[in-house]
């Protein structure tokens, strides 16, 4: 370890940002075939939304269940606001990003309070609140049920010809979040949130104010999910209350960064990468001929990750790598070698 | 004026009044004791101090400002830091980040801070272990780093809950010699403890709390005569009996 | 007047059932500290063993319950000894989400062997589908699953404070290290909690299924109402269950007749509310919820 500044940054990161800009940037532009610059697309928005989540729910080791109200709020905003009033979709990102950061801030009142299993309950009832809400809203408004945008390709739409520039688009998303993750637990907010994490009583007598540095992390994380929504749904053309709001999305984010390596910078990357081709495949190969078939894979997999590799695929490799060079692996690696 | 001033200070759970218009001070510079039969209301007090809940009644000021009621982290930065009786280490750090997370308090700067945590490492004399993930320290080595994380956050009066509790002579000792060391560097400690033989070696003055109570306040050869206090340790009976023991012995 | 009156025993009608249906959960996480997420799917188990007890041998769900108990115990003892005997001591984390896959697991092996069709038993003999009392409309299968479920509320009550292993049980939900101490073996006491929560479970499930339609994804529903019932009453108290399920079962009947859309938002609605300002529960013990086996 080296003295350092504001960041603590080293050597050991240098592969890591070399792979991910290969994959963020130069991936994008190498792939032309339609099918794998889909996966690759879908990869790197599950990637950036993961990254999102791993924000409050790894580093600050708050465990949210329900960011799929902010993904629903950034998929819902920027359609509403580009179908209904022609507002360019990269504004709509960020109204979505501010109203998904509004109600981070609001719900932090009440589930802040709350640790561990709680946390994640609340947060889940918050989610499904706003999907019901949703909902019951068209009783005022005359809003159909599922919304589809017309695919007009234009910069300022968000709207694209070709896979591989919205590859592009997906991969700067990701980009954006992978740095954010990296200044954020490189700086001294890293130290912070990692003691939050580890022991809110000895980070409240180290000076750390709790609530302070959560909500950072949470807002953060809220509009960053917020931007993949939006991001999302000018992708697919089309939202609806059941799949941009789902539980399905809530429960795949932190399944990506435990895949990967919860907490770290490429965890929940590296969980996306394996997890999404795998349910394509699984989609692909079973979705049509045995409903349900997938799922049941996808849910003994959750069960055997969790069990079998707590600390994640980086977290089993810096394990792995360090009984090779022959030294005792740490208790908990995974927080440690980003 | 004093550098910690408490007046009054009440705090009750439901009917049990746990400490009861106590008044404390603590002088800079000084190495202050707060003992007490268990139940006496220490840990209570020094929680009140600490910011861990606010007091029911009375005032606890801090160089000059009141501090009753404010958050722990608040007070943290006001520069006094505390101590836990059970260690609370970060579990995924090493000893020198532990560190390093308290003396980020003033300054972003991670390598100065990194400076600094290495300098209270080596004070409380962890050095070497720097390292370490704090999961892999003995319970002697925690009791050390709570001390060494709460030197790291620079405070002006250090608050230990009981750093000798459940550590052998050797280790209490070594201990010692920490809170020796800091005296030496002008550090300002309220020390709560158990075990009054330990405290009566380091102590410029000695409070006895007793049943929420004060009961003494003096130097320390001082209140260890003091028959009230002889009275609180050992109960009415059995403080009788040892005047009486003592009197037969040849 | 009419309408309040009706409204107030569909609530409570509703109410009992939502308590029995959430009994299973509650016990487990007083005595274990595990969120059960996929209680849901074994009370959607339940139903559909309920479905088929019915349907191939013509046993009335209501007489086989027992029946489906003594099943859901054995499964109840493989939940444990398969899969929760691995996660008990590790984070919450790990049993949050080793159970969320349990529960997709089991919608969708659900989904496969029976179909998304949503099914139903007739048991009540035509003409007896409800009765009315005092002008108030009251549908038989509700009174008899109610009933059950004060029976049932009951009999727990009464084993937890009476036997031998109830009070076993007791000791290990207020305080693990001093039942170790006292010679209670904690793995066993796991094992027999499990056992007991998924039998309960089953029965509710069996004893829904005349007044609720079985489906595969049932469970979502149930497990989140299960949830607020467990939190409104109070965590590891199973007056409070019945309680809890009383108070959600009036509120949401109260607000389905004001307002139908709204109706499962006020579940949540209720459960952020509660957790926010009073996160023990109406009659849980304080701290309850920061607790864990760690």
Redesign the interface.
């Known amino acids: 370890m080296r003295a350092h500044g504001y960041l603590a940054t080293g050597r050991r990161d240098l592969p890591g940002l070399a792979l991910t800009l290969l994959v963020a940037v130069a991936l994008p532009l190498l792939v032309r075939d339609e099918y794998y610059a889909n996966v690759l697309v879908l990869i790197l928005i599950y990637a950036g939304l993961a990254s999102s989540w791993n924000l409050i729910g790894g580093v600050a080791g708050q465990f949210s269940l329900g960011h799929s109200a902010f993904f629903g709020i950034g998929a819902y905003s920027s359609t509403i606001l580009y179908n209904y009033l022609g507002v360019s979709p990269w504004l709509g990102l960020l109204v979505g990003g501010v109203i998904s950061v509004a109600l981070a801030a609001l719900i932090s009142f009440p589930v802040f309070r709350m640790r561990g299993v709680f946390f994640a309950m609340a947060t889940l009832a918050v989610s499904e609140t706003i999907r019901i809400l949703v909902i019951y809203a068209r009783k005022f408004v005359p809003l159909p049920y599922s919304i589809s945008i017309n695919y007009e390709p234009g910069f300022w739409r968000m709207i694209f010809e070709d896979r591989s520039s919205y590859a592009l688009l997906a991969g700067c998303y990701f980009l954006v979040c992978a740095a954010v993750t990296f200044v954020l637990t490189r700086s001294y907010t890293g130290y912070y949130l990692r003691a939050i994490r580890d022991n809110e009583d000895a980070a409240d007598a180290s000076g750390i104010h709790i609530r302070r540095y959560k909500l950072l992390a949470f807002v953060v994380s809220a509009f960053l999910t917020a931007a993949g929504g939006t991001l999302m749904a000018q992708y697919i053309l089309y939202i609806e209350p059941g799949t941009v709001f789902s539980m399905e999305l809530s429960v795949d984010l932190p399944l990506m960064s435990i895949l990967g390596g919860i907490g770290t910078v490429l965890g929940p990357f590296v969980g996306a990468l394996i997890l999404i081709p795998l349910r394509e495949l699984l989609v692909e190969h079973l979705g049509g001929t045995l409903p349900g078939a997938h799922l049941v894979l996808y849910g003994l997999l959750l069960i055997l990750i969790v069990i079998l590799l707590p600390n994640g695929l980086l977290g089993g490799l810096a394990r792995l790598g360090a009984r090779l060079r022959g030294r005792r692996p740490a208790a908990r690696p995974e927080v440690r070698k980003a | 004026m004093s550098l910690l001033e408490v007046t009054g200070a009440t705090k009750r759970f439901g009917g049990l009044v746990a400490v009861n218009a106590v008044d404390l001070r603590v002088e800079a510079g000084g190495i202050v004791g707060l003992i007490g039969p268990n139940g006496a209301g220490k840990t209570t007090l020094f929680n009140l101090i600490?910011g861990a809940f606010a007091p029911d009644a009375g005032d606890v000021v801090f160089d000059g400002r009141s501090i009753a009621g404010l958050?722990?982290?608040?007070i943290?930065?006001r520069g006094l830091?505390?101590?836990?009786q059970i260690p609370?280490?970060?579990?995924?750090?090493?000893v020198?980040?532990t560190i390093?997370?308290?003396a980020?308090?003033h300054g972003?700067?991670?390598?100065r801070?990194?400076?600094a945590a290495r300098l209270a490492a080596e004070r409380v004399g962890l050095q070497g272990r720097e390292?370490v993930?704090t999961?892999?320290l003995t319970n002697a080595q925690k009791k050390r780093l709570e001390v060494g994380?709460?030197l790291?956050?620079m405070p002006r009066l250090l608050l230990l809950d009981e750093v000798m509790a459940g550590l052998n002579a050797a280790e209490v000792s070594r201990m010692l010699d920490v809170i020796r060391r800091l005296r030496g560097e002008g550090v300002t400690v309220l020390l709560v403890e158990h075990n009054m033989e330990a405290v009566m070696a380091v102590t410029d003055r000695l409070v006895v709390l007793d049943s929420g109570r004060k009961i003494a306040d003096g130097p320390p050869l001082e209140v260890v005569e003091d028959p009230q206090v002889i009275r609180a340790y050992l109960g009415e009976d059995d403080a009788a009996e040892l005047e009486d023991s003592d009197a037969e012995r040849p | 007047m009419q309408v309040l009156l009706q409204l107030l025993i569909s609530g409570v009608l509703l109410g009992a059932v939502y308590a029995l249906g959430a009994l299973g959960l509650n016990l487990i996480f007083g005595v274990a500290k595990v969120v059960n997420f996929a209680h849901g799917e074994f009370l959607m188990l339940g139903m559909f063993a309920g479905y088929w007890l019915m349907t191939l041998t013509g046993i009335n769900p209501y007489y086989g319950a027992p029946l489906i108990g003594v099943a859901f115990f054995l499964l109840g003892l493989l939940f444990y000894g398969g899969l929760m005997r691995f996660t008990i001591y590790k984070p919450e984390l790990t049993q949050v989400f080793a159970t969320l896959g349990l529960g997709i697991l089991l919608q969708n092996l659900a989904l496969m062997a029976w179909s998304a069709d949503y099914r139903t038993v007739q048991v009540m003999p035509p003409g007896f589908e409800s009765i009315n009392f005092l002008g108030v409309f009251v549908p038989t299968n509700r009174l008899v699953a109610a009933g059950y479920a004060a029976v049932i509320l009951g009999a727990v009550i009464v084993f937890l404070k009476t036997t031998f292993t109830g009070r076993a049980i007791e000791a290990v939900s207020q305080d693990l290290m001093a039942a170790r101490l006292m010679g209670v073996n904690p793995n066993r006491i796991f094992l027999i909690t499990f056992g007991l929560g998924i039998a309960l479970t089953g029965v509710a499930g069996a004893v829904l299924v005349p007044s609720f339609y079985a489906f595969p994804s049932v469970g979502s529903f149930f497990v989140l109402v299960s949830f607020v019932v467990v939190v409104l009453g109070g965590l590891g108290s199973v007056a409070g269950t019945a309680l809890g399920g009383l108070v959600l079962g009036i509120v949401e009947t109260g607000t389905g007749y004001l307002a139908p859309d709204l109706k499962e938002a006020t579940h949540f609605v209720l459960l952020i509310l509660l957790l926010a300002l009073r996160p023990h529960g109406l009659l849980g013990v304080k701290g309850a919820e920061k607790e864990t086996l760690k």
């Open positions: 600490a958050h722990a982290a608040t943290c930065e830091a505390r101590t836990f609370q280490p970060f579990g995924s750090m090493t020198l980040e390093t997370t308290a980020l308090l972003r700067h991670i390598g801070a990194e400076q390292d993930l999961g892999s994380r709460a790291g956050t």
